[in-house]
């Protein structure tokens, strides 16, 4: 049977991956963080097949023994410190986490499962916000970085250390570099769930209005569902290699409010947003778009749900949750 170790099994992805490598008949491990991680319970009831390993990535030790109890077949490293705006907040921990715990996991890789041939193959969760002050549109798998957080300047890292040791020691190492994907099980920090969550109170009338920051930046957003499966057809080739995971389509933030509130049946929805300068970042990533085709024509990859679905997906899961909320 194949066995997948995921980091980050918490998060969104983490747990879209879990249900879909279930799918496919895989033994499936989650690496989690903390001595009582305020998560786990919610993993267990929704997730009871997944086996909860012990592990942090900025400690080497417990990802050798992570890898050890797992001896996973495939590793999905999707844990890091995520949310651009915190790493500015945390940077050296930010560095630490989303940087350097990718080198870390390479090493117990290559001391577990020894360098050469090594059966362990890897996925590194690699990420738009790299291009940063983007260089070319659409971004493609040769467009140069230019990060604008410390958060894109750790993704940098994670990524040129993955593809040098896929050079250096012949390891099975990819990297997907996936454009913002979102859903309902999006964290409400990200700002398309910030909005669907306040939209679905707003309409039950437990929230006035909603407050932002910059309503001009634009993102290739996709459904996190559909970017699960391009991962793990990355881990299904003969040859390692890195692929953009993205829609080819972009959307500016007061698209995404218009949307969401015409879902609730509010035409215009101006009179709901405020801003606040708390929300802007330091530098921002005005405008990302991917160009998908390496991965449609080597992978066979598409995505399935398009940007109003996703919006009105999002929109309908938190007013089912807030309005149970309410009926408590
Ligand atoms: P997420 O919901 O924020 O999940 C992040 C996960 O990382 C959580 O499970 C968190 O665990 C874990 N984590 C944090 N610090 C850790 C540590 N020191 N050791 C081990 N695990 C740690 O993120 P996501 O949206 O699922 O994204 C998954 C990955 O893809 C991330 O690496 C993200 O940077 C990358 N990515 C995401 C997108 C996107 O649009 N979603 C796009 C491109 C790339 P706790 O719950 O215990 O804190
Ligand atoms: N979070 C948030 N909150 N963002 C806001 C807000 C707000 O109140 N107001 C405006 N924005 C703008 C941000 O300035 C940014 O331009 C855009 O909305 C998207 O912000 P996020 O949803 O926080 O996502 P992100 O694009 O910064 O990062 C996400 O996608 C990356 C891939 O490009 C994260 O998932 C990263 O982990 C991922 O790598």
Redesign the pocket.
């Known amino acids: 049977m194949a066995r997948a170790l995921i980091?980050?099994?918490?998060?969104?992805?983490?747990q879209h991956l879990a249900e879909f490598l279930h799918s496919k008949g895989y033994e499936v491990f989650g690496?989690?963080?903390?001595q009582n991680?305020a998560?786990a319970e919610l993993l267990r009831d929704e997730f009871p097949y997944v086996e909860l390993v012990s592990?942090?990535?900025?400690d080497l030790p417990s990802l050798v023994s992570t890898l050890e109890r797992a001896q996973p077949t495939e590793i999905y490293n999707?844990?890091?410190?995520?949310?651009v705006h915190f790493s500015w907040i945390q940077a050296e921990l930010t560095a630490n986490?989303?940087g350097l715990?990718v080198l870390r996991m390479l090493e117990a890789i290559r001391m577990v499962g020894g360098a050469q041939n090594n059966p362990m193959r890897f996925y590194q969760?690699?990420?738009?916000?790299m291009f940063g002050k983007v260089r070319e549109m659409p971004q493609t798998e040769l467009t140069p970085f230019h990060p604008r957080s410390p958060y894109g300047c750790a993704?940098v890292f994670g990524h040129d250390i993955t593809v040098n040791y896929r050079e250096s020691y012949g390891m099975y190492a990819c990297s997907g570099i996936?454009?913002?994907?979102?859903g309902p099980r999006?964290?409400l920090e990200f700002v398309t769930r910030k909005i669907s969550n306040a939209v679905a109170r707003i309409k039950l009338g437990v929230q006035q209005d909603i407050s932002l920051g910059n309503l001009d930046a634009k993102r290739d957003w996709g459904y996190?569902g559909d970017y699960v499966k391009a991962m793990w057809l990355m881990l299904q080739q003969d040859e390692p290699d890195d692929y953009v995971v993205a829609t080819g389509e972009t959307h500016s933030i007061e698209e995404f409010l218009e949307l969401a509130f015409a879902e609730v049946g509010i035409a215009d929805w101006h009179p709901y947003v405020t801003q606040d300068p708390k929300f802007f970042r330091p530098a921002e990533v005005d405008l990302l778009i991917g160009d998908p085709t390496k991965a449609k024509t080597k992978l066979g990859w598409t995505p399935e749900v398009n940007f109003p679905e996703l919006v009105k997906m999002m929109v309908e899961n938190d007013l089912r949750i807030e309005s149970a909320k309410l009926h408590r």
């Open positions: 980091t980050g099994i918490t998060g969104q992805d983490g690496m989690i963080k903390g991680n998560r592990g942090d990535l900025t999707l844990g890091a410190i995520s949310f986490t989303t715990g969760a690699s990420s738009s916000e993704k996936l454009f913002n994907h979102e999006r964290g996190a």
